[in-house]
């Protein structure tokens, strides 16, 4: 399963540099940026073909570049690989071409990470600081427990995104889906932002049921007509968004349709609801005190 | 996966798919079943049985040939593979029932199927781990991709492919454990554990099947000849019993489909199968996959082609089709289902019962 | 000189130095157990019966019922209450008489059960975010289901599915009779069905005409002294049912003394003002099961198959047996009450030491049931003494559809079980025709306090069933893999069907 090896960037490598039975990676002068236009060319990174690699191998791999200095990575040909950037702290970017396996970014503390192609499951799974960009679908369980950074997924996203996502001060996390998403949508949300725009809900129901159940805290924006059906109205309250609201959608969209070379304007034009809990202790008449 | 036009593949391709879920399993299980793979006795069904002693293995054989025309009888081909140890003696017979035990009306089937259960439950050490025309499975313990290897699995060519690697908790990892569970040309193998397991086997058992398997999963194969051969239901209200819509749902669907959802909760309660699942199962004319009622394991599905690919993750499915047409996640409850070209009529029951027509 | 008077069984104790005077608790007292002469005294016929009435009303919680401490020489055979009760008869000549459910200390099954729970290999289910389903529907169920195609290729129902009474959770309230509790404690107990989504049941005292608007939600009941039976109840009904027997007295009719006979209880019943309803032991129509399915169909026709009828049967020894009877006589429901069922009267004797626990009857009928292929023929009900939503959970792991509930109601109406119902003195005015009684209770209040015993058991069955993994009720129901036992014997389990802990 050998491949032909790729050049290499030398900058700052280190001889700790640990080069796995030289499957994937070698050692070469001169720099090979196949990096999509865009992105920061010139700048020196590491590539790796991830080809017939366990994930053991390929993420320690990063992991130890990461320590030897390296901070920008390109895996091609990545297909099943979990736990890819998942425990880095510092802000490294990585581009993924290929389906990543489950957990991309989990506990993540840092890395921008963009994926050309689908992802899985647990994507952002109790993340932490960072950014994850996903140019196709994403699967169930996104952001489970996430606690900053943000994600944005062009396409689809699964069942129970963004659960127990949480918020303190200045550290608020965003997920932002481009199309429509699965049951339990923001359940049992203590803060930050979820956004789902179903761009491409083609007559499609933008969410499924028990969207925000059990909130309490946090909010989730929803684009176009929705169904109250739907939402969990005995925890959440819905309301259509003023102007100010809009403006501070727009700074969230931003970045977004940038990612996706999409026009903010026309994101924009369509109505947004706004999905608020009405108490930030829903359960607290349940129990016989 | 399932060409729709019938064109064979041999199994390396599947296993190629399920190496890469590799990390899934705890090698204590893995299993295939294949359609189209035994071309030159189509007609008839090919029992692969285990036996874990030679006694087991004569009297299974005593039994089948005292009880069924055979047609041919042999042990299974297998390879010497590390990861499959200490295997139990496998052989396949091709048989027929003889027409002395198919008195005028009798099915077919059923008749098949007692000999089956009669085997299982009273030859010690005996299991019959396959039972239908023209496809077989092939399970042991280890991982699914060395089973494949040790069962020579490269060899075979078929239309449909199935895989399954097992990480078992509750019951010991054994050869007859792994999955497919299979009855006649019913294969399924499963991800994920039935919680209503004790009220569907009691339910089950009122209609004669035999849960002898000791795994959870014999439940979903014996409750889909039940409601789909024997009661006579397209395959989609069947995936309307076993994992009900809600009955917030239920309560604003159009009346005539209100009382349609609501009469199979009803009646098939007990049937209603709870706890995580994704179930494949495949059939002599196609292959169906579904999710539980609330999507708590992974399915995805995709085309190419012809194709029909379902698997647990996108990554199983572009290991073998790097650039599928479509790709798509099935809504919980909402079963994938592909036919065979010609097929599309579900069978109807022996009552004669009207059914609706389903297409690809 | 009065030496042969049975000793009373409490005393009541005023703290004469908080108490205000206020004498509630002697206005209060349905027994005239207590006199004002000064200051609050018991009256000298030591009539208290320890209904609690007086403490909850007492504003400076002055007052106490205390156990009376007389003392007896212990002994192991010849208790206290024996004792007691023995010279009552001498005194009476007598029938020794009681109310609620069997008080002696006989095994109770369910303490001896418990639930699983789910762990890593199976996940629980969240019931506080996730839906969780315990709709149940009581009726007969057809074996299967048969579909059949319209003009537009649609999938349409083709199977007849029979009537069903649809309860929002799998909890009913036992027959109360009008006449053995109060219309406005009968009033109370209709008032939370509607608001629960559940349902009530008549009893064999007919249905009240201001009742009339609560009876889409009841089931009427047809008892051997058919009281109050006539079309327009059986027309307006959920569903009916044809009482065989109850739990606590099993093979006699009910029994409302003629003290609870006053003029409205005349009028439902159809008989005179003051005298005894002692309804037959047998229905003098059924002398064998072919005379059951008889009456089953006749009312069957009479309300033109619109609702289901079933039958309710005291849980006795054969109980297998009969069920399967009952269900192929046509019954769609099955109501067995165990031997701790509850009444407004009945001899002691019998509530005390005839009948079997409902445990074991639910686990035998639905056994036997399944072995026939009939158990979808027929919904069954369980009661006797069913106290928590544990025993909720736990009975219908063992197979029951749904539990009626009476003690528990009453409790929660305010009853402290001092099983003297049937003196019609009730101070809690349920249990009473006395209108200075009755008239305390408020059934707005009532009806919200036994609705809240609902939800929160509902909600507690809930989080029972998130723990189990399942998200819907019938997946419970019946799965004695759920259950496992601790401290029974061999036989006990095998008749239960459930597995030594531990297994």
Redesign the interface.
């Known amino acids: 399963m050998l491949h032909t090896p790729l050049p290499f960037c030398t900058r700052g490598v280190s001889p700790r540099l640990d080069v796995v039975g030289a499957l994937a990676v070698a050692r070469g002068v001169g720099l090979c940026c196949n990096l999509k236009p865009g992105t920061q060319t010139g700048c020196p990174h590491v590539r790796i073909d991830a080809s017939g690699l366990h994930y053991r191998k390929l993420n320690k791999m990063v992991r130890d570049a990461v320590a030897a200095g390296e901070r920008h990575f390109e895996l091609v040909n990545v297909n099943g690989q979990r736990y890819i950037g998942d425990g880095l702290d510092e802000e490294v970017t990585i581009q993924i071409h290929g389906t990543p396996g489950n957990d991309l970014g989990a506990f993540m503390n840092g890395p921008h990470i963009t994926v050309h192609g689908n992802a899985q499951d647990g994507v952002a799974n109790t993340m932490n600081r960072g950014e994850i960009i996903v140019h196709g679908h994403a699967g169930d369980v996104i952001g489970y427990g996430m606690r900053g950074g943000r994600v944005f997924v062009r396409g689809d996203v699964g069942y129970r995104v963004g659960i127990h996502m949480k918020a303190y001060k200045t550290q608020v996390p965003v997920i932002i889906a481009g199309g429509c998403a699965g049951d339990f949508f923001g359940e049992y949300m203590a803060g930050g932002t979820l956004i789902l725009l179903g761009l491409n809900r083609d007559g499609r129901p933008l969410v499924g049921d028990y969207c925000a159940t059990g909130i309490h805290g946090g909010e989730i924006i929803l684009r176009g007509q929705i169904d109250e059906f739907n939402i969990a109205t005995n925890h959440a309250r819905i309301a259509l968004l003023d102007d100010d609201q809009r403006q501070a959608l727009r700074s969230h969209l931003h970045p977004f349709c940038q990612a996706f070379e999409l026009d903010a304007d026309q994101v924009l034009d369509d109505r947004f609801y706004r999905l608020t809990p009405i108490s930030h202790r829903p359960f607290g008449g349940n129990y016989a005190t | 996966m399932m060409h729709r036009r019938r064109q064979k593949c041999s199994g390396e391709t599947i296993m190629k798919s399920i190496a890469?879920?590799h990390?899934r399993s705890n090698g204590l299980g893995g299993g295939f079943a294949a359609y189209g793979i035994y071309p030159e006795l189509p007609d008839h069904y090919a029992l692969h049985i285990m036996a874990y002693s030679d006694v087991a293995q004569r009297r299974t054989q005593e039994y089948v040939q005292q009880h069924l025309l055979v047609e041919k009888a042999e042990p299974i081909p297998t390879r010497a593979h590390p990861g499959v140890v200490d295997p139990p003696l496998l052989w396949r017979y091709f048989v027929l029932p003889r027409p002395a035990d198919l008195p005028e009306g009798a099915d077919e089937a059923d008749v098949m199927i007692r000999h089956v259960m009669t085997i299982n439950e009273t030859i010690e050490g005996a299991f019959v781990f396959s039972s239908g025309r023209n496809m077989g499975a092939f399970k042991a313990v280890g991982y699914a991709e060395d089973v494949g290897r040790f069962y020579r699995l490269d060899e075979y060519e078929g239309w449909t492919w199935i895989a399954h690697g097992r990480f078992p908790?509750?019951t010991p990892g054994w050869w007859g454990g792994a999955h497919p569970f299979t009855l006649l040309d019913w294969a399924v193998i499963h991800n994920?554990?039935i919680?209503?397991?004790?009220?569907n086997?009691?339910?089950l058992?009122?209609?004669g099947y035999k849960c002898t398997l000791l795994t959870d999963t014999e439940v979903m194969a014996y409750l889909l000849d039940l409601l789909v051969r024997k009661?006579?239901?397209?395959m989609?209200?069947a995936a309307d019993?076993l994992a009900?819509p809600?009955?917030?749902?239920i309560d604003?669907a159009p009346e005539?489909?209100q009382?349609?959802l609501?009469?199979?909760?009803?009646?098939?309660?007990?049937a209603?199968v709870?706890?995580?699942f994704a179930i494949i199962f495949g059939h002599s004319r196609g292959m169906v996959g579904f999710n539980d009622?609330?999507?708590?394991r992974?399915m995805?599905a995709a085309e190419h082609g012809d194709v029909l690919y379902i698997a647990s993750?996108?990554?199983?499915i572009?290991?073998i089709c790097p650039s599928p047409d479509r790709?798509w996640?099935p809504?919980?409850g909402e079963p994938v289902v592909g036919w065979l070209e010609g097929e599309g009529q579900p069978q109807a029951a022996a009552a004669g019962?009207?059914?609706?027509?389903s297409t690809a | 000189m009065a030496t042969n008077k049975v000793p009373r069984d409490f005393k009541v104790v005023v703290d004469h130095e908080i108490c205000r005077r206020c004498q509630r608790c002697v206005r209060g007292c349905g027994f005239d157990a207590l006199v004002f002469e000064g200051r609050v005294k018991e009256h000298p016929t030591n009539q208290c019966v320890a209904c609690g009435y007086c403490m909850a009303v007492c504003p400076e919680a002055a007052i106490a019922v205390t156990e009376n401490p007389m003392a007896y020489r212990h002994h192991g055979a010849w208790t206290p209450a024996l004792r007691r009760s023995t010279l009552k008869q001498a005194l009476t000549g007598g029938v020794l008489l009681t109310g609620m459910g069997n008080e002696l200390d006989y095994e109770m099954v369910f303490d001896h059960l418990l639930l699983d729970a789910c762990q890593v290999t199976n996940p629980s289910i969240d019931p506080l975010r996730e839906p969780m389903e315990l709709r149940t529907y009581l009726g007969r169920k057809p074996d299967q289901v048969e579909v059949e195609q319209d003009e537009k290729g649609q999938p349409r129902l083709k199977t007849d599915i029979p009537p069903q009474v649809k309860l929002e959770t799998p909890i009913t309230f036992a027959p109360m009779s009008y006449g053995s509790i109060s219309l406005n404690a009968q009033k109370s107990l209709a008032l939370a069905a509607k608001e629960c989504g559940i349902m009530w049941a008549t009893g064999e005292g007919g249905l009240h005409q201001d009742l009339y608007e609560y009876a889409d939600r009841a089931c009427v009941q047809v008892a051997s002294g058919r009281f109050g039976v006539h079309s327009e109840y059986l027309k307006r009904a959920a569903a009916i049912e044809i009482k065989i027997g109850q739990g606590a007295k099993p093979g006699i009719g009910g029994h409302l003394p003629g003290e609870k006979v006053p003029l409205q209880v005349s009028e439902a019943r159809m008989v005179p003002i003051g005298t005894d309803c002692l309804s037959p032991a047998p229905h003098h129509d059924i002398y064998s099961i072919e005379d059951l399915r008889q009456l089953i169909y006749a009312l069957k026709e009479a309300v033109d198959y619109s609702k289901p009828v079933g039958v309710k049967i005291a849980a006795v020894h054969n109980v297998a047996a009969i069920a399967s009877g009952i269900v192929r006589a046509g019954a769609d429901i099955l109501y067995l009450d165990g031997f701790r069922g509850g009444t407004g009267a009945a001899p002691t004797i019998i509530r005390d030491h005839v009948g079997i626990p409902i445990e074991l009857a639910i686990a035998a009928v639905d056994d036997r049931l399944r072995e026939e292929g009939i158990r979808n023929h027929c919904s069954l009900i369980a009661a006797g003494s069913i106290r928590s939503s544990a025993d909720l959970a736990k009975i219908i792991a063992l197979g029951a559809d749904a539990v009626a509930i009476g003690t528990a109601a009453l409790i929660a109406m305010g009853c402290h079980v001092c099983q003297r119902c049937y003196t019609g003195n009730c101070s809690w005015g349920i249990t009473t025709q006395r209108p200075e009684l009755t008239r305390r209770l408020d059934p707005m209040v009532r009806a919200e306090m036994v609705a809240n015993l609902v939800r929160a058991w509902t909600e507690e069955l809930k989080e029972i069933l998130g723990a189990l993994g399942v998200n819907a009720v019938e997946s419970l129901r019946g799965s004695r893999e759920r259950l496992r036992a601790v401290g029974l014997t061999k036989e006990t389990m095998d008749v239960l069907g459930v597995k030594q802990a531990g297994v």
């Open positions: 890469l879920l990390d908790t509750n994920g554990e919680s209503s397991y004790g009220i086997k009691r339910y058992e009122g209609f009661h006579g239901l397209p989609e209200i019993a009900a809600f009955w917030k749902v604003r005539h489909q009382e349609l609501r009469a199979l909760r009803l009646v098939y309660g007990p209603l709870n706890g995580p009622r609330i999507k708590l992974p995805v993750e996108e990554s199983a572009r290991e790709v996640t809504k919980a019962t009207q059914v609706a027509a």
